[in-house]
């Protein structure tokens, strides 16, 4: 189960009004700084549109088969949002985000994104179903730009993903129990900062 925060949606680039789901474009973010946040300059909005027939919709739709048979299966008829943003400076790491929009994908509040890279020519997921709206931070880790989601949630890249900077209270067993997932799915383990 996905986690859902409401988005806004953004008609004719001339209003910003929430939306939850089915909107015809969002902006996940907006631009401005925030006092008492992870900004000190400008941050960049991630904008997502519905871009049918485009190679990064065709991209998406690939990715996201699985989201999008499960919404076959309950005859929903999903809106595929998709946006890109360079995430290093030279613009050479190009980054997809990607909204599946479905009743029974999303909740009442909205529906959540996740982030591919490029990498050897396949897109990798290197963040998986945030929710909120969604900035580019001026600021940089390993050569990508930080991600803030919702507000207050800033994600770095460390180690070829991006890992939450937000503590989370530890919960006894939890890690043996992720990091024994991980192994078996043959994933690396995902740290936190």
């Known amino acids: 189960m996905r986690h859902r925060v409401g988005l806004y949606c953004v008609l004719a680039g001339l209003s910003a009004l929430p939306c939850g789901v089915f909107g015809a474009a969002q902006v996940l973010g907006a631009p401005k700084?925030?006092?008492g946040s992870f900004t000190h300059?400008?941050?960049?909005?991630?904008a997502l549109t519905d871009?049918?027939?485009?190679?990064?919709?065709?991209?998406?739709?690939?990715?996201?088969?699985?989201?999008?048979?499960?919404?076959?299966?309950?005859n929903d008829k999903p809106l595929v949002l998709v946006g890109s943003a360079p995430l290093s400076a030279n613009g050479a790491n190009m980054a997809l985000f990607v909204q599946v929009q479905a009743?029974?994908?999303?909740?009442?509040?909205?529906?959540?994104?996740d982030v591919y890279v490029k990498r050897n020519g396949a897109w990798t997921k290197v963040l998986d179903s945030v929710s909120g709206p969604i900035e580019l931070l001026?600021?940089?880790?390993?050569?990508?730009?930080?991600?803030?989601?919702?507000?207050?949630d800033r994600w770095v890249w460390k180690n070829n993903i991006y890992v939450d900077t937000l503590a989370a209270p530890d919960?006894?067993?939890l890690k043996a129990s992720v990091e024994e997932h991980q192994a078996h799915m043959g994933q690396q383990p995902a740290g936190r900062l």
């Open 138 to 152: 001026p600021t940089t880790h390993g050569g990508l730009r930080d991600i803030l989601v919702d507000g207050s």
């Open 103 to 113: 009743a029974s994908l999303c909740g009442s509040a909205g529906c959540s994104t």
């Open 171 to 173: 919960v006894p067993g």
């Open 41 to 46: 300059g400008r941050t960049d909005p991630v």
């Open 33 to 35: 700084t925030r006092q």
């Open 51 to 74: 871009q049918r027939g485009s190679a990064l919709d065709s991209a998406a739709r690939e990715l996201n088969a699985d989201d999008l048979a499960a919404a076959a299966r309950h």
